[in-house]
């Protein structure tokens, strides 16, 4: 059975159809999976936005403390909270009109990847931006 939140077009699309990255979780410690995560989607032309309680400035870019506060529109929600607090973050997602939501490895929550489609968003989830971006050798 396929996995409903692998799909291979969903991915290639977010990777190479997107522009604006939130990164929920995102602070400016460089030893975090979502900093790393976040300079290899900018580096690779996406414009990333932090969003942290602490709305600190991180890797160049102006944070913000919550997703309702990030100005203009947000293609992805990348998730990087633990599993059971990240369905918060899906529904704020939801709330701002988000094109789609992506929970990293190990970030699991079935429920709100459900409300998310169900809200008409793309949703990925357990899989890495970086690992897909190499696997596809999306430019």
Known sequence: MSNPFADENVIRRLLADTRTWAFVGLSD?????AYDQAG???R???RIV???PAAATVLG??????L????GPVDVVAIYRRAEVAGESVDEAIAIGARAVWLPLGVVDEAAARRALDAGLDVVMDRCPGVEWALRRTA
């Open 29 to 33: 410690n460089p030893e975090r999976t």
């Open 40 to 42: 290899l989607l900018q």
């Open 44 to 46: 690779r032309g996406k």
């Open 50 to 52: 932090p969003v942290h």
């Open 61 to 66: 870019e102006p944070g913000y403390a919550t």
């Open 68 to 71: 309702a506060e990030v100005p």
